[in-house]
DNA sequence: TCTGGGGTCCTAGGACCC
DNA sequence: TCTGGGGTCCTAGGACCC
């Protein structure tokens, strides 16, 4: 059996840990740049606000008093989910850290009767300690885990635990789920299955395999398998991400060529840095750019291109200087630019780097390892004692000067409760 | 006026090889 | 005029997820 932990509108339950008073309230929080509604607590969904609505579109709420908005607030976010992920671990062998807010828990060797019990101690201690509402699914497979904690935060009756471990349960549950709310099917299958006249989870499993596997592909049949209770999705995924990448739309649109250099070097640096943090280095870097798609009035422009580099590397000047020399040949004076990003790729284990026979660099790449680990070193001691520009404390000089998060709307942002010293001295 | 950011996997088709 | 058969690898695009 697996169990899915799922984290009710996570970070407007993050937000109300400090702001108990927004507890029966509707509130929101945005994306980046205050741009999008990204997460809604159970009142501003009753509201009738969609998730990734513009914000524009609603921001008349709040002027009326009837909504409050967070701007998105990651330290805060990324802070509370490890205390959450770090009391499941404690409680059973084998968790997946699944997304930010979700965890699969393996539950082989776990005596069945007790499980219940278990995820009621988990809601309840994780309530209390983190101050976080989840729920949990337990069934034999995680598509079915997914559709049970579905239920678990639907309705009350079960008070956050959902157990499908009879298959008049799973067929109940199948039946009681639209097609489109299936782990797997998204909005391109969704239309297709309708067309076909497969409306529930259970018209779905109905159909024969040759039927899923003749009209979709492979990942279908195996969303069909784990509907039926036979797992397919169970091994965990590589600990080494495959891609990183760092991107950001800007508060106003760029045309001038120095500051998108500034920018292109802030997300390549930032790609390095994560590089490093994991023990990875990249032989891939990628530039991209955007110009405003929503603007039909104003060219467009999106170039992308990819350097491949002799060397696998991490160090902020290898990663910077790639990124920059391919910015140098996408970049065309006359647009309007409103994102541009990096991505690192074709990622391998930084201790498993490879020598090229045609490097003559190599003493030049040790000198950048090392000065990467002194700059690595004094700025997580930055961080560590609060700073709020630790994490950039040092930096290249193609960077830009000042804060990360410099020219990215954030109007309605919440204090760093549980990260910053300096917040939290002030608060209290 | 204002529209996010970060990932994974599969597949078809082309390049290339014998 | 005639023009095989089979394999691998890579990439771009499309689907999915949060």
Redesign the pocket.
Known sequence: MFALV?CNN?FVSCERVFRPDLEGKAVVV???????V?SRSNESKAMGIK??????QV?HFVDEGKLHAFSSNYALYGDLSSRVMSLLADAVPKIEI?????AFLHLDGIDPETVPQLCADLVAKIRKWVGVPVSIGVAPTKTLA?IASHFAKKYKGYKGVCMMDTDAKRLKALELTPIDE?????????P?MLEKNVRTALDFVQRPCEWVASNF???TV?TWEELRGRVCHEEE??E??????????????IEDERELVLRVSD?AA?CAQ?LREEGSAAYDVTTFMYT?R??DDLAQYFPSV?I?LDVAANSAQEIVGAALKAFRTIFRQGYKY??A?V?V??IIASDAIQASIFDFDDELRQKHDRLSKVMDAVNSAAEASGSASGRSMLRLATQRPGHYADG??SDFRSRLYSTSLDDIIEIH
């Open positions: 799922d996570f945005l994306s980046n740049n205050d741009g999008c990204v998730m990734g609505v513009p914000f524009y921001k699944y997304s930010i807010d979700e997914k299936v782990w797997g099917i998204g909005r391109r299958l969704a297709k592909n492979i990942n195996r995924r590589e080494r991400r495959k891609s990183i990448c760092t991107s950001r739309s800007f508060a106003d649109m997300f930032m994560k405003n929503f603007r990819t491949r409103k994102k990003g991505i790729s074709n990215i709307r």
